[in-house]
């Protein structure tokens, strides 16, 4: 293994005594962020002002850093550009795939994906009002569900609840054998495993930065559109930034070349900075070594959790190819588990109904931060220390 995992941990701003679990959700501060923002807002926005979105560079950032986001995950170089939020790439690049596949009425996905994926596409099939259908299955159905009447599918790679992996590869040459086309969200799979969308063949992704990328809450999404569809897809969010010559200011739109037709507005340029110094950390980094690692610390985890507490229920597929970089519990005390757990430093999640879920993140995460976290798990399920009345209030956020 080349990467050294002790210095990425360096790179890290996290508080004394907390094994942080939950990069999967909102990953730690990178130590160089701080800093990068701070000379944006200063030195770019303070003392440029307006002049900074040439001199500065803003207006070019989503593509820069688009590049960037897009080595981590096989994407071609000019495929990825960066904005708003997951959940209005998702509804861009399926509104694409529908206009691409006029004929068919289809969107296939399953019971894992998350809420606002499935939220999106059955809001733009109202939208349409032209007889699309949502279609939602179990995950291991998908696959024999691919047919002809099929216009996209519509897949997150890693569920973020049990952690469990699609082959995207397999399921991408199965939709485009049906004439379909392929939708991958990677929230979950960005920064966590390698991805090779150019190798796959993906039609379409999209994910997140603040996940597994640590850019920070709020941080803009990411979306990919393959080459041999990005001067052809009309973009529904038909945004002056995404415009071929924005300032022409031409009442007609004509998008730009490329995935940059996916811009729609105003780059969140502090955020961007974010990313810009949250990016660096990869430097030097192997994702065949951060899968490995990534597996060696979850089947660790899972070893002590399962030798340790009976009463939970390993929900994440045991087989590497078929996980991602999570192992997750389930138990019907799962909310005030997790409470009781990071009372004690061990910040985890709650996904409802009942799962505790754990994000195992080589790059800050190491054997002895496992150990102490399975250690503390297995003394909160022999003492019973999670049933307390403070550890049952729900709070907005789980
Ligand atoms: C986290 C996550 C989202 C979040 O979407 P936002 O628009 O960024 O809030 C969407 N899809 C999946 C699969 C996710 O895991």
Known sequence: MQTDFTATRALFDLPEGVIYLDGNSLGPLPRAVPARVAQAMT?????????????AGWMGLPERLGDRVGQLIGAEPG???LGDTLSIKVFQALSAALQARPARKVILSDSGNFPTDLYIAQGLADLLAAGHELRVLAPEEVEAAIDDTVAVTLLTEVDYRTGRKHDMKRLTAKAHAAGALAFWDLAHSAGAVPVDLAGCGADFAAGCTYKYLNAGPGAPAFIYVAPRHADTVRPALAGWLGHE???????????????ARMRVGTPPVLQLAALEA?????QGVDMAD????SLALTDRFIAAVEAACPDLRLVTPRDHASRGSQASFAHPEGYAIMQALIARGVIGDFRAPDILRFGLTPLYIGPAEVDQAAAILAEIMATRAWDRPEYHARARVT
């Open 290 to 293: 951060l899968r490995a690692q």
């Open 43 to 55: 030195d770019e926005w303070g003392q440029m002002l307006i002049t900074a979105w040439n001199k």
């Open 245 to 259: 010559a924005p300032f022409a200011f031409d009442p007609d739109y004509r998008p730009a070349p490329g995935t």
């Open 278 to 282: 949250a990016l660096d950390v990869w």
């Open 79 to 81: 495929t990825v550009t």
